[in-house]
């Protein structure tokens, strides 16, 4: 499901109004299955998503917890813990099954369905960038924020490369990497170090000594 469109869903919140995961378009989203509400495992990773919830809002981040618990329940969970995240009631599991985290599990030899921990991360754009399958609770939440940060910095570097390129492409001269800077709003240093990954790539060229121009 890497880089696919996250599917839209709508599910009722705690207090039974409906949310759609496209409501939350231009965010990133963390958007995590857990199997039950006042279960150790399950409590320890929403108080975890809780205590970090303002790192993941400084990174523009909304935090979604699903389960097949009414939202009632939800709504009792969510006061007993003063959590502060969002939990969506999919009392079908209707979601879980479109998100693959819906499926055969075994307990003291025993076979049934149910939760598959399941968390993913999802860009502004809507498209699924992480998936982490049969999770393990302790440290989860940290592994998640790093990634998120980690994406984020991948992205905006992404947007900078593209800009770079722009500039020469418009400019259509050869450029020293100081006028590139200037005309694309960026530090000197980095620029140089951008052109450097172009040039490895074959996306720019060097006529002569310290000048270059898109190819």
């Known amino acids: ?84 995240i969002i939990l969506l009631s999919d ?22 369905y149910g939760t598959i921990r399941t968390t993913f991360l999802i860009d502004p754009e809507g498209k699924i960038r992480h998936v982490w399958r049969k999770v393990k609770v302790n440290g989860h939440v940290k592994q998640v924020l790093e990634k998120l940060k980690e994406l984020k910095g991948g992205i905006i570097m992404e947007d900078k490369v593209k800009l770079v390129l722009d500039v020469l492409k418009n400019e259509g001269k050869e ?17 140089s170090k951008i052109i450097k990954k172009l040039k490895e790539e074959g996306k720019v060229e060097s006529p002569k000594r310290c000048y270059y121009k898109a190819k």
């Open 1 to 84: 499901m890497i880089d696919k469109k996250a599917p839209n869903f709508c599910l009722p919140d705690k207090d039974g109004n409906m949310t759609c995961l496209n409501d939350f378009k231009g965010q990133w989203i963390v958007l995590y299955f857990y199997p039950k509400d006042n279960t150790p495992g399950c409590t320890r990773e929403a108080l975890d998503f809780s205590q970090y919830r303002e790192d993941f809002d400084k990174e523009n981040a909304v935090i979604i917890g699903i389960s097949k618990d009414s939202s009632m329940k939800h709504k009792k969970f969510i006061e007993k813990y003063k959590l502060n």
């Open 175 to 191: 450029m020293r990497p100081g006028e590139i800077a200037k005309k694309a709003g960026l530090d000197s240093k980095e620029v």
């Open 91 to 112: 009392e079908e599991h209707k979601v879980h099954e479109l998100y693959g985290a819906w499926g055969k599990k075994k307990n003291y030899g025993k076979e049934y």
